[in-house]
């Protein structure tokens, strides 16, 4: 994929709570440090640049939180 998209995404086999929450993992953040989810790109932390990440969306609280690791690294409002 081009520039601004993250590469390999995969959905997690959703949890019991799968009307509440969604789960994303992502290989890589691109070195624009731009995420792509359902076409909508979200800039994030430069610390995410050529890392590991996981994306969650918040059905519920309709928010996006981003994750390096086990420590969030920002969070987004993510209305559906």
Known sequence: MGSGYTKGVEVE?????????????FLTIESDCRLN?????????PETWHEYVVATIDVKEQE??????AIQVEEYDYRL
């Open 13 to 25: 086999s959703l949890p019991d709570n799968a009307q509440e929450i969604i789960y994303f993992r």
């Open 64 to 69: 996006l939180k981003l994750f390096l690791g």
């Open 37 to 45: 989810i359902f076409g909508e790109i979200f800039l994030t932390p």
